[in-house]
């Protein structure tokens, strides 16, 4: 049965985080404690009671096209996705004026780890809607915000978001699809774009697509690339769809996971009818696209930690109940009580890895989220901080979030042993729907070199020093606190080492040694992973050491025993997981080129 975490989502929120201390801020005056706490009581329930009931029967069910052309969701997705939709959990901080709900991101990433652990093939539908209205929010003129902004934020209709072509993955430069002008904003589109996500449903009345286009006298690769606004039904005066706007649906994948999210190869222009509303001026797409692509980065982070959160819980409800040899000190005893695989000590560490791994991304997440509510709605000197931070750790959050995800939901099912392996049981799906986190928005590859390439040098590297800062201080406690004196020295060589292997990329960049910066980035991405997640833990663990201590009770208390399972996990990632990057730094600074110089 699908479980959320409250207590570790309440005391990320209020305790970790202190979410009340943004009622501060001129954006979020009218919100208080009761209506946060309401808010999220809905959400779980919702979560719980309709969204988790439809991930089952959704992927047995998957998506088909019909023979008109329109791709048909599962059917239980059509009462779920409504009831998500008239809750007005679409646009949850979005502005008001457009439509949205103005709260805080950070109580939006708590509601929506609850839907997107009950099922991520459906959350994406909205998931990438909201982020089509964001984007058109912040860079779209007047006039296609009003027409697109509040029908995308209600759910009425659906967004995507359209870069890949059969030639194009990654190097998105390369794209083909075209765009000539016919009048003053408005081009004719033609091209095919391929594993486009949600790229039509038969949930909404209209789906918007931003495309990525090249005008004909545009310069090659993504400095020619323009951004518009591709309806599937062009938008009448009243509002309202009209004609069809000559966008086809060719076919849809058959994939590993997230079977009931359409992933669609879509033609535009065909009989040269599709028509695009250029968003910004042209040859500024890539820069405008990034707006989505960094928010869908995110969304990334979200679903790897909301499906790693579900599944291990799964696992873990399964050990308690899993009654299977004895207690290892009486292996030789026939008569020997049997009992739950909890108590083996292998499936202890996996479950505690597990925990480590989805309380870390919870935290990270959940930090990052309130950044982000800082750069959005806060001034001066700590907003720019903020949102600096954001960009730095989005790769963090993508690329390591959903490795990591991958962790965990295979230990699930290494944990359930056979019967993971089968279908009854929900962590074989959690498995195969958390494999395509690494591929698409970026597959992780991608997110290291945009962490060497672009986000280490930030400012002069200033914010990289910035972030080194923020360990560094909570390093100075650490260090004096009973709770992790005795292994901070192992987060301590992370930070020198991190600071040292960045220097090194520096040297090595400008010596024209780029192929090995890039041989490396991986391997970087997760030792950077692996130190934010030991710096996040650590912090909760003093706070929850504080309170543990404050309470003055044992462990057999509820309170209690969360405090200090916040401490032994940990103190479990810092002595088990954390030495890892000892071996990552060898390795990178071992200036091996075996990678690029053998005959493949």
């Not at 209020?14 to 208080?32: G, I, M, N």
């Not at 008001?96 to 839907?115: S, T």
């Not at 600096?388 to 979030?401: F, Q, S």
């Not at 800062?469 to 606190?481: D, T, V």
């Amino acid at each position: 049965m699908f479980r959320i975490e409250e207590r570790d989502i309440q005391f990320n929120l209020y305790e970790y985080l202190k979410l009340e201390e943004l009622l501060t801020l001129p954006a979020f005056r009218e919100f208080d404690r009761e209506t946060f706490d309401l808010l999220l009581r809905n959400a779980f329930d919702l979560a719980k009671e309709v969204v988790a009931p439809v991930n089952a029967p959704g992927d047995r069910a998957g998506c088909r096209l019909d023979e008109q052309g329109q791709v048909r969701v599962p059917p239980e997705y059509h009462a779920a996705y409504k009831a998500v939709r008239e809750g007005g959990w679409f646009g949850l901080s979005d502005p008001v004026e457009w439509g949205g709900q103005g709260v805080p991101e950070l109580l939006r990433m708590a509601a929506w780890e609850a839907f997107c652990g009950a099922s991520c093939a459906l959350m994406m539908y909205p998931g990438l809607t909201q982020a089509a209205a964001s984007l058109i929010i912040a860079r779209g003129s007047e006039e296609q915000k009003k027409t697109f902004a509040e029908k995308l934020l209600s759910g009425v209709w659906g967004g995507t978001m359209c870069l890949t072509e059969p030639q194009a993955g990654s190097a998105v430069g390369d794209s083909r699809t075209s765009a000539k002008k016919i009048r003053e904003g408005w081009y004719k589109i033609q091209g095919t774009k391929i594993f486009i996500s949600s790229g039509d449903s038969d949930l909404v009345e209209n789906t918007v697509h931003l495309v990525l286009a090249r005008t004909p006298d545009a310069p090659p690769g993504v400095k020619g690339l323009s951004l518009f606004i591709v309806p599937k039904f062009r938008v009448g005066p009243d509002g309202k769809p009209g004609p069809f706007n000559d966008v086809n649906v060719a076919g849809i994948e058959h994939k590993m996971g997230i079977k009931g999210s359409a992933t669609c190869t879509l033609a535009f222009g065909d009989n040269d009818q599709c028509e695009g509303w250029i968003v910004g001026n042209e040859g500024d797409g890539i820069a405008i696209m990034f707006h989505m692509m960094n928010e869908a980065r995110l969304g990334v982070g979200l679903l790897s930690l909301a499906v790693s959160a579900a599944t291990h819980l799964e696992a873990l409800d399964y050990a308690r109940e899993r009654i299977q040899g004895v207690d290892a000190r009486q292996m030789k005893d026939p008569n020997a009580r049997r009992v739950p695989i909890i108590e083996h000590p292998d499936v202890r560490r996996m479950l505690l890895t597990q925990k480590a791994y989805v309380h870390g991304l919870r935290a990270l997440m959940y930090r990052v989220a309130r950044w982000g509510d800082v750069a959005r709605h806060g001034s001066g000197e700590e907003q720019e901080k903020c949102q600096a931070l954001v960009d730095l750790l989005t790769p963090i959050c993508k690329g390591y979030g959903s490795d990591r995800a991958n962790d965990v939901a295979a230990a699930s099912v290494q944990i359930l042993g056979g019967y993971g392996y089968c279908q009854e049981y929900p962590c074989e799906q959690y498995q195969r729907d958390a494999r395509i986190f690494t591929i698409y928005e970026g597959a992780n590859g991608i997110q290291a070199m945009d962490l060497v390439g672009r986000k280490l040098g930030m400012k002069r590297g200033m914010v990289f020093m910035t972030f080194l800062g923020e360990i560094q201080g909570f390093l100075a406690k650490a260090k004096e606190h009973p709770a992790l004196k005795d292994c901070a020295a192992e987060l301590e060589k992370s930070v020198e080492d991190l600071q040292g292997i960045a220097m090194t990329f520096m040297g090595k960049n400008m010596s024209g040694e780029v192929l090995y910066v890039l041989l490396q980035a991986t391997p970087f991405l997760k030792f950077m992973g692996n130190t934010v997640t030991a710096w996040l833990l650590g912090e909760q663990a003093l706070l929850a050491a504080d309170k543990f201590a404050a309470l003055g009770k044992g462990v057999d208390d509820p309170e209690a025993a969360f405090y200090d399972s916040k401490v032994k996990i940990a103190r479990f990632f810092f002595k088990n997981l954390l030495p890892e990057n000892r071996a990552i730094c060898q390795g990178i600074l071992a200036e091996d080129t075996s990678a690029l110089d053998v005959v493949l």
